[in-house]
């Protein structure tokens, strides 16, 4: 805290030390009131413009500095000026008065309580700023609620002054009256109580709420403008639709399958969406055999020799499918008709809130769930139609591995990709436009993925992008294609270079699917990304119409899509009894490149940008034993705390198998469990997963009570050098034997 808050908060509590060492408070009970009316109001009739000007700066200290008193002053200002006249004094001072202690707690404490407790409030925070008026008005109409109180916290939230102050003067204008009135008849009022009766409490409790009614009114308006241009079925042949059969899609329909609830499926390519066909499975399949082949280079650290081995690239990429042939069943139609889910392949149109068309055929429906996914973006970069380009999508086609293989974009799928091609022989490079890769991780834990993969032999061109492609043909009639590349970061930023390739693959993200399917004739509205614009229920501009999975985000992770296909399911199925918010709090996430980098919660970098006070613990799993005896002893264990707390924000892992290490510190954040609750726990050894246990001993290490730790050496020390023991023999007392195997301890 700087000098100055230090002085304005000294002066306000000496202020508030004299006002109770004085006992002023004694001049204002109703007792005193009753007693100055009638000599107040001579030196009213005398000066009353002075005095009035007198009893509002007095109101103003007294509220600004939150001093018992403000009720009595009202009263008697109503006995001395009258209703209108104290109405319009006390009104407009109480506010004033509210918004300088409103000010004082915001100066003081607001930075220091955001920045202590930041993690904890981004939930109100982003309340406060969407509706802190309605909350604010409802908490000045019901005076069950101390206003002194409601002026500091307020003072702590992200609402602005303006409005503070504007919703201030209108919200507490009721229960002042209600003052003011019971003020002009002072003379027959003996105990505050009385000013408010139950049925007056009631009322005002009741008015309290009104805005909240008065929202849930205007909501139903909207409702039924938003509906007004479309004519609702009089029964419908579902109670919901479903639209795309990736994760969020699938999951949709077999809770509404599994309450019993008449569902359809409709599909348009194939069943099991772009994590079955196109993403997590086929890029862990070759992931899995880039590893082997890995393994297979590195054999000779394990005293296995090895002769000449080839990757037959053709059969690697027919296994991928073989893995694609297993799993399908999990995703198929048999399986989900059989489960009660009415599956159609074809493409759907939305053309009503109501009503999805698909082969001809309208279907009615209750709600109605997009699941369409989403598609690699493709940049409108000069010259790259005119190549043989790939995505995340296409890649799966290849037959023949590409010899030089250009990658651009170092996220997640580019990176896991890049190795992978890389460990089976082609030779790789990567671009990517950030100043590191995989840009929101923290820049250690990338620097070891980048590492790793440079050590692989990927080369890995960090801060350029694509700005031209072209392809040629040389002297001896082959194709050459070239890659013109501009340093955008750095020293060298504005400079280009030229790379050439045989076959590049976009992996620069990926893009909603939105079009194509009605939400245009509709009106439903996206978002700055692209995807569909929904509320905290998952619901689009048509209460009935859910979003889930990649079309929606703001996550593009299977298993993301699979959590928010829940709430829209529960939601649409059963919302008119309870709704549920999607929560994203703990929802972890890995990148499979080796060594992994998986996370939940915050990283370290978050923590900052959000100016949270923390603690980073880090464990290096170079000194795990299990780790150490398979030869997978890199990377490291980061955990977030709050500043000498066990709490778990976030986790960081970089290492072998580190998204099954995740899971239990994911399991420990899901159910508010500290570091303390897993170091109390017992790992079998030797594993992986010690290095749960082993980070959570760094922290209650750096953590350890030092000043009792200091009176249990003493006990020690007393215990070992200054216990009395008594002698059988003579039955005197003699010092301790000091004495271990007839050498001085002196340990």
């Known amino acids: 805290m700087n000098r100055k808050k230090i002085v304005v908060l000294g002066t306000v509590i000496a202020i508030i030390s004299m006002w109770f060492a004085f006992d002023l408070s004694q001049y204002f009970t109703l007792e005193q009131a009753k007693a100055y009316q009638l000599s107040l109001q001579d030196t009213i009739v005398l000066q009353p413009f002075l005095s009035s000007l007198m009893f509002f700066v007095l109101y103003i200290v007294v509220t600004a500095l939150s001093l018992p008193g403000a009720a009595i002053m009202t009263l008697l200002g109503a006995a001395l000026f009258g209703f209108w006249w104290s109405l319009l004094l006390i009104s407009f001072a109480s506010t004033i008065g509210a918004t300088l202690a409103f000010l004082f707690s915001r100066y003081i404490l607001h930075d220091w309580v955001q920045h202590r407790f930041g993690y904890r409030l981004g939930a109100i925070n982003a309340g406060i700023k969407k509706e802190g008026a309605f909350y604010l008005f409802s908490l000045r109409l019901i005076p069950i609620f101390p206003f002194f109180l409601v002026n500091l916290l307020m003072g702590l939230t992200p609402i602005t002054t303006r409005m503070f102050y504007l919703v201030s003067q209108v919200g507490m204008l009721a229960g002042t009256m209600v003052y003011i009135n019971a003020g002009t008849q002072l003379g027959q009022i003996d105990t505050l109580s009385g000013i408010i009766s139950m049925p007056v409490l009631i009322s005002l409790a009741l008015l309290g709420i009104f805005p909240f009614i008065a929202k849930s009114i205007m909501g139903i308006i909207n409702q039924r403008r938003v509906y007004?241009?479309?004519?609702?079925?009089?029964?419908?042949?579902?109670?919901?639709?479903?639209?795309?059969?990736?994760?969020?899609?699938?999951?949709?329909?077999?809770?509404?399958a599994a309450v019993k609830a008449k569902v359809t499926l409709i599909e348009r390519h194939k069943m099991g969406g772009d994590c079955l066909n196109t993403g997590c499975v086929p890029s862990k399949a070759i992931i899995r055999a880039a590893h082997s082949m890995a393994e297979i280079t590195h054999a000779k650290e394990f005293g296995i020799t090895t002769r000449d081995v080839q990757v037959d690239f053709a059969k690697v990429m027919g296994r991928i499918q073989d893995v694609i042939k297993k799993i399908e069943p999990h995703d198929s139609?048999?399986?989900?008709?059989?489960?009660?889910?009415?599956?159609?392949?074809?493409?759907?149109?939305?053309?009503?809130?109501?009503?999805?068309?698909?082969?001809?055929?309208?279907?009615?429906?209750?709600?109605?769930?997009?699941?369409?996914?989403?598609?690699?973006?493709?940049?409108?970069?000069?010259?790259?139609?005119?190549?043989?380009?790939?995505?995340?999508?296409?890649?799966?086609?290849?037959?023949?591995?590409?010899?030089?293989?250009?990658?651009?974009?170092?996220?997640?799928?580019g990176c896991e990709l890049a190795q992978s091609f890389c460990r089976l022989g082609s030779q790789v490079t990567v671009v990517e436009m950030a100043e590191q890769l995989l840009i929101r991780e923290d820049?250690?834990?990338?620097?070891?993925?980048?590492?790793?993969?440079?050590?692989?032999?990927?080369?890995?061109?960090?801060?350029?992008?694509?700005?031209?492609?072209?392809?040629?043909?040389?002297?001896?009639?082959?194709?050459?294609?070239?890659?013109?590349?501009?340093?955008?970061?750095?020293?060298?930023?504005?400079?280009?270079?030229?790379?050439e390739f045989d076959t590049v693959m976009l992996a620069l993200g990926r893009v909603a699917n939105v079009q194509g399917f009605g939400l245009e004739s509709l009106g439903i509205s996206t978002t700055a990304r692209g995807t569909v614009e929904v509320n905290a229920y998952l619901q689009t501009k048509y209460p009935n119409?859910?979003?889930?999975?990649?079309?929606?985000?703001?996550?593009?992770?299977?298993?993301?899509?699979a959590h928010q296909a829940w709430y829209a399911a529960v939601n649409?199925?059963?919302g008119q009894f309870k709704k549920f918010k999607a929560d994203y709090s703990v929802l972890p996430a890995a990148t499979y490149t080796s060594p992994e980098l998986s996370r939940v919660g915050?990283?370290?970098?978050?923590?900052?940008?959000?100016?949270?006070?923390?603690?980073?613990?880090?464990?290096?799993?170079?000194?795990?034993?299990?780790?150490?005896?398979?030869?997978?002893?890199?990377?490291?264990?980061?955990?977030?705390?709050?500043?000498?707390?066990?709490?778990?924000?976030?986790?960081?892992?970089?290492?072998?198998?580190?998204?099954?290490?995740?899971?239990?510190?994911?399991?420990?954040?899901?159910?508010?469990?500290?570091?303390?609750?897993?170091?109390?726990?017992?790992?079998?050894?030797?594993?992986?997963s010690e290095a749960a246990k082993y980070t959570a001993g760094v922290w209650k290490k750096a953590n350890a009570p030092q000043g009792l730790l200091a009176i249990v050496e003493k006990y020690h020390g007393w215990m070992r050098h200054g216990k009395k023991t008594a002698d059988p023999q003579n039955n005197k007392q003699r010092p301790a034997d000091h004495t271990l195997n007839g050498n001085e301890d002196d340990i």
């Not at 479309?230 to 077999?254: C, E, R, T």
């Not at 999508?393 to 293989?405: C, G, M």
């Not at 960090?462 to 501009?486: C, N, P, Y």
């Not at 979003?547 to 993301?560: I, R, S």
Request: net charge negative; aromatic share 6%; hydrophobic share 40%.
């Open 333 to 413: 139609v048999e399986r989900y008709t059989e489960l009660g889910v009415n599956c159609i392949s074809g493409n759907a149109t939305v053309v009503s809130p109501w009503e999805v068309e698909v082969n001809g055929q309208r279907i009615t429906t209750r709600n109605i769930v997009i699941a369409t996914g989403a598609r690699p973006l493709v940049p409108a970069i000069p010259g790259l139609e005119e190549i043989n380009y790939l995505t995340s999508d296409s890649i799966w086609n290849l037959t023949e591995q590409p010899k030089r293989l250009l990658v651009l974009g170092g996220g997640p799928i």
């Open 545 to 561: 119409i859910y979003a889930v999975g990649d079309v929606a985000g703001p996550f593009q992770l299977t298993h993301a899509a």
């Open 443 to 499: 820049q250690d834990a990338a620097e070891i993925i980048q590492a790793s993969m440079e050590k692989d032999g990927v080369d890995i061109k960090i801060g350029l992008k694509a700005v031209r492609f072209e392809s040629l043909t040389d002297t001896s009639g082959h194709t050459v294609q070239k890659a013109h590349l501009e340093y955008v970061t750095g020293e060298k930023a504005g400079e280009h270079i030229c790379i």
């Open 228 to 256: 007004a241009q479309w004519a609702k079925p009089a029964h419908f042949d579902q109670n919901m639709v479903v639209i795309g059969a990736g994760s969020g899609g699938l999951v949709s329909a077999y809770i509404a």
């Open 602 to 688: 915050i990283n370290e970098k978050e923590a900052k940008q959000q100016g949270i006070n923390f603690d980073v613990v880090t464990y290096g799993i170079d000194d795990l034993d299990r780790a150490i005896t398979d030869g997978t002893d890199e990377g490291f264990i980061k955990v977030i705390t709050p500043k000498g707390k066990d709490k778990i924000l976030g986790v960081t892992i970089v290492g072998h198998n580190a998204g099954e290490l995740l899971a239990e510190f994911t399991l420990a954040m899901r159910h508010g469990l500290g570091l303390n609750k897993i170091l109390g726990t017992v790992h079998p050894y030797p594993t992986m």
């Open 572 to 574: 649409g199925l059963f």
